[in-house]
């Protein structure tokens, strides 16, 4: 089965608000974390990744989170802007393995 | 741009046809990849190219061949898909090897079969 998922398929946020995006996965052995960014009809680009020795990472307007208790990552988004209407993918690996990657979450922005 | 480019955009073929998707990366990486793209589905890894060497193989069907004449460059060679083939067929590359580090994606191929 799939270790890796989103709790929602759908985010609609609204212009200048912060946006969170969820993520949870099953293998307690991943030790790698990356969130990628897919617009309509692009490839994923990355955003952030996060390793297991790591609770928080930020970028530029980008966090992640990462609770390896229950098993969560997050990719915070502040001020969003319409320009981040995308999908977004997480991902987890162990080692030296592939990346296995969640379904998706679409972000829609609201002007 | 990501530095890995696609070609064609897009491609037609009928179930008896042979056609083939090519992938080269600009970034003087050793690991190249193919994934198939769904929709409503995860990110599917078809194969791992790691330094020309193939390391990886998720069971997928012969009438995909994969080729990787040199760590810049990534063939798909298809013959005789099914209409469930169709999707979008992304390419990537990463630094590290197989498996390790960031992968950088192209923008990808939309396949339909007919």
């Known amino acids: 089965g799939e270790s890796v998922g989103l709790h929602l398929p759908t985010l609609s946020v609204q212009e200048g608000d912060n946006s969170i995006i969820n993520c949870a996965y099953s293998n307690s052995a991943s030790d790698y974390f990356i969130w990628y960014k897919q617009e309509s009809g692009k490839g994923p680009q990355f955003i952030i990744d996060i390793r297991s020795n790591m609770d928080k990472r930020q970028g530029q307007r980008v966090t992640v989170l990462l609770n390896k208790t229950v098993k969560h990552l997050s990719l915070q988004i502040a001020a969003t802007q319409p320009g981040d209407s995308a999908v977004y993918f997480c991902?987890?690996?162990?080692?030296?393995?592939?990346?296995?990657f969640g379904k998706g979450t679409r972000l829609s922005v609201i002007a | 741009e990501t530095g890995v480019t696609q070609t064609p955009r897009h491609l037609v073929m009928g179930m008896t046809n042979k056609k083939s998707l090519k992938c080269e990366q600009h970034l003087g990486h050793n690991a190249m990849y193919w994934y198939k793209q769904s929709a409503k589905k995860p990110l599917e890894l078809m194969f791992v190219y790691n330094f020309k060497e193939q390391t990886e193989n998720n069971s997928v069907p012969s009438r995909f061949s994969p080729e990787c004449p040199n760590s810049s460059h990534l063939f798909l060679h298809l013959h005789t898909l099914q209409p469930e083939d169709s999707a979008l067929y992304l390419c990537?590359?990463?630094?590290?090897?197989?498996?390790?580090?960031?992968?950088?994606f192209g923008p990808g191929t939309r396949l339909t079969v007919l």
């Open positions: 990537a590359s990463s630094q590290e090897g197989a498996g390790g580090g960031e992968q950088f």
């Open positions: 991902a987890e690996r162990v080692g030296n393995t592939p990346l296995v």
